[in-house]
């Protein structure tokens, strides 16, 4: 996890949907103040998700992001 105990995060940029945090020699890197790094990250590897629109991404990541939630609400429920 990041420091703000981060996991996921990403940002839309041309359609595509970027991470923002990767892992990085080991450990989380939060990418949010060097986003034409994983950018170009994401383009050199070709790990993200292209939509036809960044609304259309940013749509997409609010609901991942509220299932990732749901998630571990009930996994911490759990007491895992």
């Known amino acids: 996890m990041t420091e703000a105990r981060e996991t996921v995060r990403s940002a839309s940029f041309d359609g595509k949907?970027?991470?923002?945090?990767?892992?990085?020699?080991g450990k989380l890197v939060d990418m949010q103040n060097d986003t034409d790094r994983a950018y170009d990250m994401a383009i050199q590897k070709g790990d993200y998700?292209?939509?036809e629109s960044d609304t259309a991404?940013?749509?997409f990541?609010?609901?991942?992001?509220?299932?990732?939630?749901?998630?571990r609400s009930i996994m911490s429920q759990m007491g895992k």
Do not use: T, V
Request: charged share 30%.
């Open 61 to 71: 990541s609010k609901r991942l992001s509220n299932m990732i939630d749901r998630k």
């Open 17 to 25: 949907l970027i991470p923002l945090i990767r892992m990085i020699d």
């Open 49 to 51: 998700i292209q939509f």
């Open 57 to 59: 991404a940013d749509a």
